[in-house]
């Protein structure tokens, strides 16, 4: 069984300062990682996944995060925050096996930006 | 390219009343997921399809939801009969082959009072 914890349920930067998300996660397999974006009356949106190759990740709107097996953490980051950034934020976390590959989400992270 | 279109957008129904959902995914899309998101949580996986065959259906409570996926194309998920805890956003997303990225439709709101 795989599961993610987010370590933070809200999270409070000024406009223009870095943005770290926590996420760790536990796979009896090699899993592929995914960071989600949930903006208010909006659908799903991928930002980036870790499917085994760089374990740096670039995504969307400037988001990055590092796959560091040794910590089981995949952490996401942004140098610079905007107004736009404010939303909630899944790690997410997925193990294919017999054709099964649904996403394990975790909790989600409320991302607020301060002007 | 049409994206993953959900009806209706908003229920509202008493318990112990029945209600359905639909979904019609991206075109070419094989694999269809139904998840289910309670307030203040992440979505949880109820049911993947691939074309008009049950994947994974671990996470579904099969006493009061059925799904189908008939010709491997639109889907409905159906509560007979709901309770007060049904009430969650329900997404359904759509994916090529198993192993590609999912794509989410804008959900369902169901309340149940």
């Known amino acids: 069984a795989q599961s993610v914890t987010q370590l933070d349920s809200h999270v409070s930067v000024s406009e223009g300062t870095p943005v770290l998300l926590r996420c760790n996660y536990s796979?009896?397999?090699?899993?592929?990682l995914f960071w989600y974006v949930q903006h208010p009356n909006k659908g799903l949106q991928l930002l980036l996944k870790y499917t085994s190759a760089a374990t740096l990740v670039k995504g969307i709107n400037g988001f990055e995060a590092e796959f560091k097996k040794s910590e089981t953490s995949f952490h996401l980051t942004k140098p610079s925050a905007h107004m736009s950034d404010a939303a909630e934020y899944f790690c997410v976390v997925s193990v294919s096996g017999g054709g099964a590959d649904g996403l394990t989400f975790g909790k989600g992270t409320h991302l607020i930006i301060q002007p | 390219e049409a994206g993953v279109a959900q009806s209706p957008r908003y229920k509202i129904i008493e318990k112990r009343q029945s209600v359905a959902f639909w979904c019609n995914p991206i075109?070419?899309?094989?694999?269809l997921y139904w998840y289910q998101q309670i307030l203040g949580q992440g979505p949880k996986l109820l049911i993947q399809?691939?074309?008009?065959?049950?994947?994974?259906d671990s996470q579904l409570p099969k006493d009061r939801f059925s799904a189908e996926r008939l010709k491997g194309v639109d889907s409905t998920l159906k509560i007979q009969p709901a309770k007060l805890e049904d009430s969650a956003v329900y997404l359904c997303?759509?994916?090529?082959?198993?192993?590609?990225?999912?794509?989410f439709g804008p959900g369902t709101r169901l309340t149940v009072t």
């Open positions: 796979s009896s397999y090699s899993p592929s």
């Open positions: 997303a759509s994916s090529l082959p198993a192993g590609y990225e999912q794509y």
């Open positions: 399809f691939q074309n008009n065959g049950v994947v994974d």
């Open positions: 075109s070419g899309h094989a694999t």
